[in-house]
């Protein structure tokens, strides 16, 4: 067996000889180094959060990233730059408050979750019932809950990877809607974040319902969703306290967010066109729109930096590549996913020319693995990647990997993907709070990163065999 591995290895390393040109690789490997202390990235990032910074899908700031953008990825020398316009349902933020008024009353910091409606000016008033989980609200008899304020308690433990998020997420996107089915009047949750500030983490939640066979979307009413808010760790532990006295807990709160409107965006697009395919496209990007509570430095200006300075890092090597790269900044990710739907709507009749396709979301923290999702023929170049990101402390996580949310259409439609995973152990101290701020961006790891997508981006727009198609409609 091992013999055998070993063999396949050899195989490999001899092809990837083939596909690659030594001249190529050495090529590559030095700008791969030079970008360790390059700092367009960091000064992309910089850029657009002191001369846009907060761009809500649908904002004013929306409308100025947009610009930001086409003109960022013009002065950066990008051989093709256009807009794609994202109609959505805008969403808005309003009037923000909450107390417990009794048995001990205490101000609170609140947040309207992403989509929640009003609780219009009298606010919500009621009594608290706690759960330590989702599951727990799922289980609850409908009769303890009617009438009265869930409260969701559960803490998002602090992971490498991330993966305390997924754990507790749900609480946030369901919480509204549960409570609303069992005849809860109001729903609050622990933010779902690893830190101790006493800042709210916002983030979307379930308040439209989609028809599966038509697509049709409707928004749910306010029998189908309650109006809910995240309250920070530190009130959160407050509360559990407060609960704790075993007393009745009285909670009220005044959210004034609701839907507002169709809105306009854009994904703004830029390329460095392929010198033999132009037509086939390795897909990059980041997500253009922030919520509006910091000005999204780390979620996500340094995805659409790291990977805008990629591609110009390319380019500016005097590389041009077998095919085209295509640098996607996408609108509208954080409560509708709505660029990324958009554009696999419009190319639903070429996603085979997406040759393979990766989103930076995760920060600016250094990435420590890669992981792709391709078809096994194409691993030999994929290898390759994994060999000349050795050196950077990178390691290769296998070929089951997952992508980032702007990706999900795309890679449902088809195109093979790629994840370069960065440390995100203080990501969700910061995400989607008032935190995610400039200062946090830290100047070597944002440039380890662009080392890294360098990498990546310039094998798979230079491989001439291709990555597979259709790998995930089976699984
Ligand atoms: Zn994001």
Same mark, same amino acid.
């Given at each position: 067996?091992?013999?055998?591995?070993?063999?396949?290895?050899?195989?490999?390393?001899?092809?990837?000889?083939?596909?690659?040109?030594?001249?190529?690789?050495?090529?590559?490997?030095?700008?791969?180094?030079?970008?360790?202390?390059?700092?367009?990235?960091?000064?992309?990032?910089?850029?657009? =959060? !002191?001369?846009?910074?907060?761009?809500?899908?649908?904002?004013?700031?929306?409308?100025?990233?947009?610009?930001?953008? $086409?003109?960022?990825?013009?002065?950066?020398?990008?051989?093709?730059?256009? =807009?794609?316009?994202?109609?959505?349902?805008?969403?808005?933020?309003?009037?923000?408050?909450?107390?417990?008024?009794?048995?001990?009353?205490?101000?609170?910091?609140? =947040?309207?979750?992403?989509?929640?409606?009003? !609780?219009?000016?009298?606010?919500?008033?009621?009594?608290?019932?706690?759960?330590?989980?989702?599951?727990?609200?799922?289980?609850?008899?409908?009769?303890?809950?009617?009438?009265?304020?869930?409260?969701?308690?559960?803490?998002?433990?602090? =992971?490498?990877?991330?993966?305390?998020?997924?754990?507790? #997420?749900?609480?946030?996107?369901?919480?509204?809607?549960?409570?609303?089915?069992?005849?809860?009047?109001?729903?609050?949750?622990?933010?779902?974040?690893?830190? #101790?500030?006493?800042?709210?983490?916002?983030?979307?939640?379930?308040?439209?319902?989609?028809?599966?066979?038509?697509?049709?979307?409707?928004?749910? #009413?306010?029998?189908?969703?309650?109006?809910?808010?995240?309250?920070?760790?530190?009130?959160?532990?407050?509360?559990?306290?407060?609960?704790?006295?075993?007393?009745? $807990?009285?909670?009220?709160?005044?959210?004034?967010?609701?839907?507002?409107?169709?809105?306009?965006?854009?994904? $703004?697009?830029?390329?460095?066109?392929?010198?033999?395919?132009?037509?086939?496209?390795?897909?990059?990007?980041?997500?253009?729109?922030?919520?509006?509570?910091?000005?999204?430095?780390?979620?996500?200006?340094?995805?659409?930096?790291?990977?805008?300075?990629?591609?110009?890092?390319?380019?500016?090597?005097?590389?041009?590549?077998?095919?085209?790269?295509?640098?996607?900044?996408?609108?509208?990710?954080?409560?509708?996913?709505?660029?990324?739907?958009?554009?696999?709507?419009?190319?639903?009749?070429?996603?085979?020319?997406?040759?393979?396709?990766?989103?930076?979301?995760?920060?600016?923290?250094?990435?420590?693995?890669?992981?792709?999702?391709?078809?096994?023929?194409?691993?030999?170049? $994929?290898?390759?990647?994994?060999?000349?990101?050795?050196?950077?402390?990178?390691?290769?996580?296998?070929?089951?990997?997952?992508?980032?949310?702007?990706?999900?259409?795309?890679?449902?439609?088809?195109?093979?993907?790629?994840?370069?995973?960065?440390?995100? !152990?203080?990501?969700?101290?910061?995400?989607?709070?008032?935190?995610?701020?400039?200062?946090?961006?830290?100047?070597?790891?944002?440039?380890? #990163?662009?080392?890294?997508?360098?990498?990546?981006?310039?094998?798979?727009?230079?491989?001439?065999?291709?990555?597979?198609?259709?790998?995930?409609?089976?699984?």
């Amino acid at each position: 067996m091992l013999k055998f591995l070993l063999c396949l290895l050899c195989v490999n390393q001899a092809f990837a000889k083939e596909i690659f040109t030594d001249e190529y690789i050495k090529q590559v490997a030095s700008l791969r180094d030079m970008a360790l202390t390059d700092s367009t990235a960091y000064e992309i990032t910089e850029s657009l =959060t !002191t001369e846009v910074g907060a761009r809500l899908g649908g904002s004013e700031g929306d409308a100025k990233a947009v610009k930001w953008a $086409v003109a960022k990825f013009q002065e950066l020398g990008f051989d093709k730059v256009y =807009t794609q316009p994202v109609t959505f349902n805008k969403w808005v933020r309003g009037v923000e408050t909450a107390e417990i008024i009794s048995p001990f009353s205490h101000e609170i910091k609140i =947040t309207a979750l992403g989509g929640s409606n009003s !609780t219009a000016n009298e606010g919500i008033t009621g009594e608290i019932i706690h759960f330590n989980s989702l599951q727990e609200l799922k289980d609850a008899d409908p009769s303890l809950v009617k009438g009265k304020i869930t409260f969701i308690s559960d803490k998002m433990e602090r =992971t490498k990877d991330g993966s305390g998020y997924g754990k507790v #997420n749900g609480g946030r996107y369901y919480a509204g809607t549960i409570t609303a089915e069992k005849g809860g009047i109001g729903a609050i949750i622990r933010s779902i974040g690893t830190d #101790n500030n006493r800042d709210p983490h916002t983030g979307g939640m379930k308040s439209v319902d989609v028809n599966k066979e038509t697509g049709e979307m409707r928004f749910l #009413n306010e029998k189908e969703v309650v109006p809910t808010g995240a309250i920070s760790n530190p009130d959160a532990d407050l509360l559990v306290n407060v609960i704790k006295r075993g007393k009745p $807990v009285v909670f009220k709160y005044t959210l004034g967010s609701h839907w507002d409107g169709e809105y306009t965006s854009q994904n $703004v697009i830029g390329e460095i066109i392929g010198r033999e395919k132009p037509d086939e496209v390795v897909v990059i990007g980041g997500h253009l729109d922030s919520w509006d509570l910091g000005t999204g430095a780390i979620d996500d200006a340094s995805g659409c930096a790291i990977t805008m300075a990629t591609a110009k890092l390319i380019k500016d090597a005097g590389i041009q590549p077998y095919r085209t790269i295509r640098v996607v900044l996408w609108a509208n990710e954080e409560y509708g996913l709505s660029g990324a739907r958009e554009y696999a709507k419009v190319h639903k009749n070429n996603m085979d020319h997406h040759i393979i396709g990766a989103e930076s979301d995760f920060g600016a923290g250094s990435i420590y693995a890669i992981e792709s999702n391709v078809a096994e023929y194409s691993l030999p170049a $994929v290898a390759k990647m994994a060999e000349l990101l050795k050196p950077l402390g990178i390691g290769y996580g296998g070929n089951n990997g997952s992508s980032g949310a702007d990706i999900s259409p795309l890679k449902a439609a088809g195109m093979a993907t790629f994840k370069l995973a960065q440390d995100g !152990t203080k990501y969700f101290d910061l995400h989607h709070t008032a935190d995610d701020t400039m200062d946090k961006i830290v100047p070597e790891e944002i440039a380890q #990163n662009v080392a890294a997508w360098i990498v990546f981006v310039a094998l798979a727009a230079e491989y001439q065999g291709d990555f597979g198609f259709n790998l995930n409609t089976n699984k």
